[in-house]
């Protein structure tokens, strides 16, 4: 076998992960320095993360899920003929399941009956602006909401819109943190690192996540217009910032890779990731440069299903839905407040 052809195998093999394969020793072949390739990530990194726990239908048929390939972590439940349909911002779709799961400890006819989505707000606009349709992979289908859930000025948005029907049911607050790999390798401390030369970002993608006027908002205070165009012009041009898709996952994801140093989210996440074990730190944001949003939901226009739309927005504010989100460190929003 020709001599380039053996160095191409065993790079191969090495990649793969193959155990004792000759010349894995992290650098490249006859040349003696590091090689280039990164170390294929645990199959544990990539979502979904809840194990199966956060499926709220009680025939699952089947179960096939391979991370990475075969994946669908945001889409919960079953679409035949369920009785409550939510769609809900991704930025606490892990307080979800335990949500769910008391709403139907109260609501023992629903249970099974739930189905729910928890992609950006933007995306959910955009599924609902088309015919409430969405494909995903080689997979396309239908689920008309009974609920829209998002930060509360995107709900006021929609009310006004005439898509939902208000007024918005205000239920939690969330503040900003920085999100980092364990250890915090970049040695971030202050918002005004992210701008730094060398601090490789994962930022949510202001088109369609809501979070990322938030973060917008709070690189002003902490640096100004120059601190916010580093972060989401410069850097974002010559590949430091990596624009997400869907925050709540990708960011976690690219962090544990170590395709990012550090990237801002809600706060509740960075709990969730460490509740988990999973490798991700977080630093704080003081109060005087964070910014606070308000979630809220409302009805549906013509919601197939009212009365259990109905229901679950009064659950929202209960002490028992309550209790869960303060898990996450949420708390609870006043219904008089201007916050957004």
């Known amino acids: 076998m020709p001599r380039n052809s053996i160095s191409l195998l065993a790079t191969l093999l090495c990649v793969a992960g193959a155990a004792g394969a000759a010349g894995c020793t992290g650098q490249s072949a006859g040349t003696g320095t590091p090689a280039a390739t990164p170390p294929v990530p645990s199959e544990a990194v990539y979502p979904p993360w809840s194990k199966g726990e956060n499926n709220p239908a009680l025939h699952k048929g089947l179960e096939f899920t391979v991370p990475e390939v075969d994946n669908l972590p945001d889409f919960h439940g079953s679409i035949d003929d369920p009785q409550l349909v939510l769609f809900v911002g991704g930025n606490y779709f892990f307080a979800m399941a335990p949500l769910v799961k008391e709403f139907e400890n109260e609501h023992p006819e629903l249970r099974g009956r739930i189905y729910y989505l928890t992609i950006p707000p933007g995306l959910l606009i955009k599924m609902m602006a088309s015919g409430n349709t969405i494909t995903v992979g080689n ?21 006004a819109a005439g898509t939902l029907v208000g007024p918005a049911t205000r239920y939690v607050t969330n503040d900003l943190t920085i999100m980092v790999p364990k250890g915090n390798p970049a040695g971030i401390k202050t918002v005004a690192d992210l701008g730094k030369p060398d601090v490789r970002l994962v930022m949510p993608n202001p088109e369609f996540e809501g979070v990322a006027r938030q973060i917008e908002a709070t690189l002003q205070k902490a640096g100004g217009p120059a601190l916010q165009q580093m972060v989401y012009d410069t ?17 976690p994801l690219f962090l544990m890779q170590g395709r990012a140093d550090a ?12 509740m988990s074990g999973h490798p991700i730190a977080h630093v704080d944001i003081p109060a005087d440069l964070n910014t606070t949003a308000i979630y809220a939901a409302a009805m549906v226009k013509g919601a197939r299903h009212p009365a259990a739309a109905r229901a679950w927005l009064t659950f929202l504010r209960s002490s028992a839905a309550l209790a869960i989100f303060e898990r996450y460190e949420f708390k609870p929003a006043p219904a008089d407040s201007n916050a957004k």
């Open 235 to 251: 850097k974002v041009k010559d590949g430091r910032t990596t624009l997400t898709q869907i925050h709540h996952r990708q960011s």
């Open 139 to 159: 997979m396309t289908w239908t689920a008309a909401p009974d609920v829209f859930a998002a930060g509360l000025k995107k709900v006021d948005e929609q009310i």
């Open 263 to 274: 990237g801002i989210t809600w706060k509740s996440e960075a709990i969730f990731q460490e």
